[in-house]
């Protein structure tokens, strides 16, 4: 009895220390300089890097990866239901498979095909593969963010 006597009491101590720490600090908050990966404010806005655009085309960061976009997208999204501008350019079933310097790289015979079913969508890209942007990205030369071995 004394034991739980004793350990009510302890516990009530410890809690009203916690509760008076708690009001004395409760409008400090968390830093946004404490926030994120940066450790910069996050109200800082800085200037995205340039994509890269032309020179060699890019290695593909890991086996069976898709392609980077070698040129800027700037106008071309975003990519909505009633307009893929990527489709003006690469959009020519006539050119699958082939590759010639100067002309837009054609959507692969697999974006044609209903990867729920495996069906084909006929010249019709298929509505899981219509936003390039999903698995496309452009190229940037930046530093990633945190260390990668993957």
Do not use: W
């Given at each position: 009895?004394?034991?739980?006597?004793?350990?009510?009491?302890?516990?009530?101590?410890?809690?009203v220390?916690?509760?008076?720490?708690?009001?004395?600090?409760?409008?400090?908050?968390?830093?946004?300089s404490?926030?994120?990966?940066?450790?910069?404010?996050?109200?800082?806005d800085?200037?995205?890097?340039?994509?890269?655009?032309?020179?060699?085309k890019?290695?593909?960061?890991?086996?069976?990866?898709?392609?980077?976009?070698?040129?800027?997208?700037?106008g071309?999204?975003?990519?909505?239901?009633?307009?893929?501008a990527?489709?003006?350019?690469?959009?020519?079933?006539a050119?699958?498979?082939?590759?010639?310097?100067?002309?837009?790289?054609?959507?692969?015979?697999?974006?044609?095909?209903?990867?729920?079913?495996g069906?084909?969508?006929?010249?019709k890209?298929?509505?899981?593969?219509?936003?390039?942007?999903?698995?496309?990205?452009?190229?940037?030369d930046?530093k990633?963010?945190?260390?990668?071995?993957?």
């Open positions: 009895m004394k034991i739980a006597s004793l350990l009510t009491g302890v516990a009530l101590v410890a809690l220390g916690v509760l008076q720490y708690e009001f004395a600090h409760a409008g400090d908050g968390i830093a946004d404490d926030m994120g990966l940066t450790k910069t404010s996050v109200f800082d800085p200037t995205p890097v340039a994509s890269h655009q032309g020179g060699a890019p290695e593909l960061a890991y086996p069976g990866a898709p392609p980077q976009i070698p040129h800027a997208i700037d071309l999204v975003p990519v909505t239901t009633a307009n893929n990527c489709m003006g350019c690469h959009n020519n079933p050119l699958q498979g082939k590759k010639m310097a100067g002309v837009p790289t054609a959507i692969p015979v697999s974006h044609y095909v209903n990867t729920r079913t069906e084909s969508t006929g010249n890209v298929s509505s899981q593969r219509y936003v390039c942007t999903q698995c496309h990205t452009p190229q940037a930046v990633p963010l945190v260390s990668n071995t993957f």
